[in-house]
């Protein structure tokens, strides 16, 4: 039973460019969450996807965006990269979107360095 | 707003050391709580949750006790072994809400 998959595992950019994460979710969930984990910090809710559409979004600026699929793997699209971009981006799934019923899987993250 | 604060670290023990890391919260409404490890090269992983207060959590020896009098959810073990070296973080979720509010989390290193 596979877990919750991230690729890349390492990715390096510049300021000003766009990047494009992406998260599988574990076997039978449908609902992916994101997170960013600077460095020495706990994570950061970015957003939540259940059946296609944001549900739920911290507080993060427009430059953030998602997408699910139809088969629950989604992406993480950030645009205009800023130095402070530069962190782990987590991805967790559940089976439903109400995580204090539904125990969230990581996936290992996404290393992002922005230079 | 909601929020938890974490016991700073690192914090280094010997093995069969007793553990505490404090995690103390503040949140809207009425929060589930919850201790996730990660350890080196790996993700996240929920260690033990309680939903209501006076509920207790526990796995791998490991407790935490909801206290909403304190609003408290302390992390302990009595006796750690090396393998529990770790990251540990303190979280909650308040009723409604689909987002985990984390702390910065708390190093632990145990030497043998």
């Known amino acids: 039973d596979a877990g919750v998959t991230q690729s890349p595992t390492h990715l390096i950019k510049t300021r000003g460019q766009q990047v494009t994460l992406r998260c599988s979710p574990k076997s039978g969930h449908d609902t992916v969450s994101w997170y960013q984990q600077a460095l020495g910090q706990g994570p950061q809710f970015i957003f939540q996807y259940y059946e296609e559409e944001e549900r739920q979004r911290g507080n993060f600026p427009d430059r953030f965006s998602g997408h699910q699929f139809p088969n629950y793997s989604s992406e993480l699209n950030v645009n205009a990269l800023l130095l402070g971009d530069s962190a782990l981006y987590l991805c967790?799934?559940?089976?439903?979107?109400?995580?204090?019923?539904?125990?969230?899987?990581f996936g290992p993250g996404t290393r992002l360095t922005v230079l | 707003g909601d929020s938890v604060t974490q016991m700073e670290g690192p914090v280094t023990l010997s093995e069969e050391a007793f553990l505490t890391i404090n995690c103390t919260y503040t949140a809207t409404g009425y929060p589930s709580l919850f201790w996730y490890v990660q350890y080196p090269g790996e993700g996240l992983q929920l260690l033990l949750k309680a939903t209501k207060a006076d509920d207790k959590g526990s796995n791998k020896g490991f407790e935490a006790t909801y206290r909403k009098e304190t609003t408290s959810f302390h992390l302990e073990k009595g006796s750690v072994q090396v393998s529990d070296s770790a990251v540990y973080f303190c979280a909650l979720i308040v009723t409604g809400a689909n987002n985990l509010f984390f702390g910065t989390g708390t190093r632990l290193t145990v030497i043998p």
């Open positions: 967790a799934s559940s089976l439903g979107p109400g995580l204090a019923i539904n125990t969230q899987y």
